[in-house]
């Protein structure tokens, strides 16, 4: 049976390993094929690179440094952040990269996905949307479902897309799989916004990753069994080691959800 | 040392392929063009995406041919994902017209809960084979695709050799005497996936081929594709007194 995928992400940015918050405060965390060989061990079942490097000509690194992963860890790696063309996104692939997650580059230009789905296979395309909930207009007591925004560039920018509709298009374009992070979530700790993570789930077809609010195990379980979501990802838990990927492994499969327990994680 | 040419036809990524065969103690050709293939102990053809522009970057680069003899000679092969596919004789993606060495089509995944399948699944083996050897029963492997081959014929029960659910269960691996192929990425799964490689490295070691090198690769009289091949054909042929027949097997259905 299909294991539901724990994917912890890496923010790079100059080669580098970084957390912080909303892309502030960076502090360095090391080397980005050192904690990918590291969570693999550990039972990551994917590793995501975003690549926040401020200044463009701290992007060609990024390719040393998925293909030093590549030859390391030996689970599926997909990049996000800084692909606007095909043959940007051919480059990372030849390095080593299994996927590439597009988010402001669909947004500004949406034949992208189709070209790249076209080249390269919808397999290898993924693309990230970031959501807002839609403040309801003072006096709606319609009781209709809420609504989410597409936002980009770290959420600082609406673009009047609705989500729901917005992963549909993609999803026709060609993009193989989506990662919808909830923005009003991300880095807050208060769990995943289930209801995001349905509405989409319900309406397309491919693979729905959930992103942006874990704060523990249970949030994770929450995801995929009310939000239907396939994967789970996740960054500042698991860099903290506040919980690792072992406790969010065991935590899904008390509540009967399929994973893959690596033997070595228990060591 | 056990040589494994792996074909290179812009088709996926080969780093973490190349990187694992090193690691079971191989040394890689990367193969871009049919010549590349002589003097190999093994081969594999992985790749992702679409059959028909495969098929024809394949054939742009001279490897059918060489691929198809190779095959026919009971020679070590392992076809990942795509690379499996293509030994059967279409794909329902496109309708294009693969390699047709093993009887059946590639088809969509039928009644899947989402496409593509994408993760790690469990592989059921209903039958025992030298590339599994030490791997336990229950063992993820890591997938992504939409299509799986669906042999048939009289064949068919004989050459599967192992089942994945998604939905209904589809064909995840299969193997008609040395010549395997597996639809997930064993470069990509873990310990699991690096032991399988592993074992296709010493299958590729005790291939008798193997002893007939060099004499054919550096015949002066050999200078293109087919007559490089074609010798160590011949000398299959007098070795098996089978490869022959399959040759015309696979010739028909192209």
Not at chain 1, 3 to 8: C, G, L, N, S
Not at chain 2, 66 to 88: K, N, S, Y
Request: net charge neutral.
């Amino acid at each position: 049976m299909l294991a539901v995928r724990v994917i912890p992400c890496l923010d790079v940015a100059d080669g580098r390993v970084v957390k912080g918050t909303r892309f502030v405060d960076l502090v360095d965390e090391g080397d980005p094929p050192e904690l990918a060989e590291r969570y693999a061990r550990e039972g990551a079942d994917e590793i995501v690179f975003l690549d926040i490097t401020a200044a463009p000509e701290g992007r060609g690194t990024l390719r040393g440094i998925v293909e030093r992963t590549a030859r390391r860890a030996f689970v599926p790696l997909t990049v996000g952040g800084g692909v606007r063309t095909v043959s940007e996104m051919r480059d990372v692939l030849r390095a080593g990269a299994d996927k590439v997650s597009l988010n402001t580059a669909a947004v500004a230009t949406p034949d992208l996905v189709r070209r790249c789905a076209r080249r390269f296979g919808s397999q290898a395309v993924v693309v990230a949307l970031d959501a807002r909930r839609r403040t309801p207009s003072p006096g709606d007591s319609s009781g209709e479902s809420p609504a989410w925004e597409v936002v980009v560039k770290g959420g600082r920018e609406p673009t009047g897309l609705d989500a729901i509709a917005w992963a549909q298009r993609v999803v026709d374009l060609g993009a193989g799989e989506l990662l919808v992070t909830s923005i009003d979530r991300d880095g807050t700790g208060s769990g995943f916004d289930t209801a995001l993570l349905r509405a989409i789930a319900d309406r397309v077809p491919v693979p729905v990753i959930a992103s942006g609010g874990a704060a523990g195990p249970a949030d994770f379980v929450a995801a995929v069994r009310d939000g239907g979501a396939s994967a789970v990802l996740a960054a500042s838990i698991f860099h903290r080691r506040r919980h690792s990927i072992a406790d969010v492994k065991a935590a899904m499969a008390a509540a009967g959800l399929p994973v893959r327990l690596v033997p070595e994680a228990a060591a | 040392m056990t040589r494994i040419a792996v074909v290179d036809y812009g088709a996926g990524n080969l780093v973490s392929i190349d990187q694992a065969l090193r690691a079971a103690g191989a040394e890689v050709v990367i193969a871009r063009r049919g010549t590349d293939l002589r003097g190999a102990d093994g081969l594999i053809v992985p790749g992702v995406g679409a059959a028909g522009p495969a098929m024809a970057r394949l054939a742009r680069r001279d490897l059918v041919g060489p691929i198809r003899d190779w095959v026919a000679e009971d020679r070590p092969f392992l076809g990942i994902c795509l690379g499996m596919q293509l030994l059967f004789e279409g794909s329902d993606e496109d309708g294009s017209v693969t390699l047709g060495i093993l009887a059946g089509r590639t088809v969509r995944l039928q009644d899947a809960p989402r496409l593509p399948h994408i993760g790690w699944n469990t592989v059921r083996r209903t039958r025992e084979h030298p590339l599994f050897t030490g791997i336990a029963a229950g063992a993820f492997f890591y997938f992504v695709h939409s299509l799986a081959p669906r042999p048939t014929g009289v064949e068919a029960a004989a050459i599967t050799l192992a089942w994945t659910d998604h939905g209904p269960e589809f064909v995840s691996a299969v193997a008609r005497g040395r010549v395997a192929g597996v639809q997930f990425h064993p470069e990509r799964s873990g310990s699991d996936g690096l032991q399988l490689l592993a074992r296709f490295v010493e299958l590729a070691a005790a291939d008798p081929g193997a002893a007939e090198d060099p004499g054919a690769a550096q015949d002066p009289g050999a200078t293109d594709d087919a007559g490089a091949v074609g010798g160590r054909r011949a000398a299959a042929r007098s070795r098996t007194g089978r490869a022959g027949a399959d040759r015309a097997v696979a010739g028909s259905a192209a």
